[in-house]
């Protein structure tokens, strides 16, 4: 299953939406990879993406929170923040145990719990910052 940023989930904003579709592109690169055998040579790329683009985007995502009051704005960082943490901790894993399935595993979880959260509160964020815009 190739993940895509679809019209019900952008949130209008240009900058976010095509940080999103970044985020896809290299999940689905991995995910290609991983299909073609060659998936313990991308990990490594894609955790070092990851960790750049978490920093960055949800950073974007804090600044576009507080410029419209996004009343939901404390949950979300604190996802944020767990979340990097995560991502972290797997980093760190990947570097001092190598691609063990353990560590693809954890990785997997945290990719499916980053596009849960696009779907789910950063969809919320959205239909904020439509009516903010409006």
């Known amino acids: 299953m190739k993940y895509e940023l679809t019209k019900d989930l952008e949130t209008g904003n240009q900058l976010i939406d095509a940080e999103h579709r970044q985020l896809f592109v290299a999940i689905n690169n991995l995910m ?3 299909a073609q055998g060659k998936g313990r040579d991308h ?3 894609t955790t070092k993406f990851l960790s750049d683009y978490v920093s960055k985007h949800f950073a ?3 600044r ?3 410029q419209s009051k996004y009343p939901d ?3 979300h960082k604190q996802f944020h923040e767990k979340y990097k943490q995560e991502l972290a901790q797997i980093v760190n894993d990947l570097n ?3 691609p063990t399935l353990a560590v693809l595993n954890h990785l997997n979880i945290a990719i499916g719990t980053i596009v849960t959260h696009i779907h789910t509160m950063d969809k919320k964020l959205a239909m904020h910052l439509k009516k ?3």
């Open 64 to 66: 576009l929170q507080m």
């Open 32 to 34: 290609d990879a991983c």
């Open 60 to 62: 974007d995502e804090e």
């Open 132 to 134: 903010a815009i409006a």
């Open 96 to 98: 001092t145990s190598g």
């Open 73 to 75: 704005l404390h949950a």
């Open 43 to 45: 990990v490594a790329h």
